[in-house]
């Protein structure tokens, strides 16, 4: 049973550019979350899809956006990157939206920005 | 708004010695604990949880109890394995929703 995965693992862009990560759900799993962790700090709350609608946001500007697909799959897009989006990225999944359903992360997509 | 706050790290303890990491919250509502830990190159594992007052959760030898009187939820081991070196994070889920609140993290080394 695959757990959740991301792609790419590894991620340069420069300033400016723009960056799509993606993210496989754990079998069975129907919401995803995304979250942003800079180095040395907890991970931050970016947005969390369920139905392929965002259901909640974080405190993050319109230039990260994201997309949830029919077979549950998601995408996070940054726009105009900035050094500062430089972190890892992380995939959360789990059933439904409840504070009862366990989050199962995935291994995070290191996205470097210079 | 929510808040997690951790201990100070680094930690850097012998093999065999016990651990405790400080965590307190704050809060609106009756949030869910929990504890999660990040081996390198890895992503997060749930670690353990508690979901109300004076609840323990427990799992691999570590523990932690909700404590609602000092809003605290610190983790303990008796005895610590060099497997056990990571990044430990305090984190908690208020409302009905899973979008988790984490604290900074605290880098655990144990040395044989």
């Known amino acids: 049973d695959a757990g959740v995965t991301q792609s790419p693992t590894h991620l340069i862009k420069t300033r400016g550019q723009q960056v799509t990560l993606r993210c496989s759900p754990k079998?069975?799993?129907?919401?995803v979350s995304w979250y942003q962790q800079a180095l040395g700090q907890g991970p931050q709350f970016i947005f969390q899809?369920?139905?392929?609608?965002?259901?909640q946001r974080g405190n993050f500007p319109d230039r990260f956006s994201g997309h949830q697909f029919p077979n549950y799959s998601s995408e996070l897009n940054v726009n105009a990157l900035l050094l500062g989006d430089s972190a890892l990225y992380l995939c959360?999944?789990?059933?439904?939206?409840?504070?009862?359903?366990?989050?199962?992360f995935g291994n995070g997509t290191r996205l470097t920005v210079t | 708004g929510d808040s997690v706050t951790q201990m100070e790290g680094p930690v850097t303890l012998s093999e065999e010695a016990f651990l405790t990491i400080n965590c307190t919250y704050t809060a609106t509502g009756y949030p869910s604990l929990f504890w999660y830990v990040q081996y390198p190159g890895e992503g997060l594992q749930l670690l353990l949880k508690a979901t109300k007052a004076d609840d323990k959760g427990s799992n691999k030898g570590f523990e932690a109890t909700y404590r609602k009187e000092t809003t605290s939820f610190h983790l303990e081991k008796g005895s610590v394995q060099v497997s056990d070196s990571a990044v430990y994070f305090c984190?908690?889920?208020?409302?009905?929703?899973?979008?988790?609140?984490f604290g900074k993290g605290i880098t655990l080394s144990v040395r044989p």
């Open positions: 899809y369920y139905e392929e609608e965002e259901r």
């Open positions: 079998s069975g799993h129907d919401t």
């Open positions: 984190a908690l889920v208020t409302g009905a929703n899973s979008k988790l609140t």
């Open positions: 959360a999944s789990s059933r439904g939206t409840g504070d009862n359903s366990p989050l199962h």
